[in-house]
């Protein structure tokens, strides 16, 4: 029997298909409860104040890059969304004089139009962000060489190459789209052979760095964060790290600082990762199947999904 359509987009599979003692099971989650959701290979932290939580995320950089030497360097795969975290590592590294000679940075995803992607002179390219934000503002004596950042274009195969090239990635870190995506890792179109169900996680877990087709609600929420609202400025197409990329890094890091995901989808990804709910209608859910994940959260950006008419 074909599960129900999409309340957001008839086309595509997203979270809206569930059941809905799912969905309600978590939607009544209290933060008290939320922070229980801990488990062997997933743990959820919260933090009281922004300066706690982006000092935090920012020291993952640090921690990771602090562990890499001659024979084993070490790297990172970084998000652009959060960005605020950004100048405090370029800080940070500045201050404790740390040598990133040896250390790597991959990172998540990129704009493709008409199928190439975007340079980095695109005012929305991430790339533009991650230099400008964070690598342009690095001592030129403690910076990493410039073959050591690994951003991911439309030609594919160098940037997959580099995840097998002799790096221990750390870690990979992002924040949650409102689809419940990491990377740009967004659910499928309802067509083909997923016209009636959405692909098996273990299809959905194969896929590579690849240029993806972005859902509408992708779309119109990069328009939100970093457009303005200008909808026809946000490319449709992306290319973004996959999951066997995931697989390859030691741990994954999830911030949740309530300013993309909602009060409801930030409890409904951390409730199917704790009790093992894999649907790639909800890709984060495939998180439950890695051996080492962290939400953070701050307090103040949890919120409820109490109704609240406005």
Known sequence: MSRKTSSLAPSWWDYTTLDRELIDAAAALTPEQLLGLSRPGFRIRFYDTLQEFYCAEALEYIHAWKQATPDNPTGICGPIGPTEQLPLVAQMVNEMGISLHNAHFWGMDEWVIDGVSVPPTHPLSFEKCDREMCFNRIDRSLAMPESNLHFPSSEIAPFANTWNAGVRCVLMQGGQGDIKHWAFNDPLPRTGLHTDAPPSPAEYLALGTRIVDLHPVTIAQNARTSGGGNVSLVPTRAVTVGPRETWL????????????????GQRLTAYMIANRIVDTSVPMSLLAEHPNVEFHYFRGGIGSCVVQMR
């Open 249 to 264: 890094a030691e741990k994954v890091s999830i911030w949740h600082a309530g300013q993309h995901d909602n009060p409801f």
